[in-house]
C-alpha cells in the first residue's frame, strides 16, 4: 500500500533524476546509499519534508548497525542529547512491544 502523502517526487540533489522523495532532498535510491555509506550529512537537512519520526527510523536503523548513539547522532545530523531522546523513545517502544 503506497501513501500518495509520504511519496513526494523530487529532483534527487544526487543523481539529479525524478524520483520518490526519501530524504535530504534524494530520492529514495540516494538516499538509503548515502545512509549506508555514511555521507548523509553532506546533504542539508529538509525539516518541513523530513519529519522527526522519519530521523528515529533512521536513528533506530544505525542502532541496529551498531552504531553508538553519539555516532548515530553524527549520521542522521542531530545533537547528541536530540538523539538520546530517540534512544529513550525507541527504548520504551521495545518495552511496550515486549510487554
Ligand atoms: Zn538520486
Known sequence: MIDPRKCT???CAC???LG???????????YR?????????QYPRLQTWLSAQGRIADFAELRERGLTVREAAEQIGVSLRT????QARLNSQEGVAAA
Open 20 to 30: 520518490l522523495h526519501g530524504g535530504r532532498g534524494l530520492c529514495h535510491t540516494c
Open 83 to 86: 538523539a538520546e531522546r530517540y
Open 33 to 41: 546509499r548515502h545512509l549506508a555509506a555514511g555521507t548523509l550529512a
Open 9 to 11: 517526487e523530487v529532483l
Open 15 to 17: 543523481c539529479e533524476e
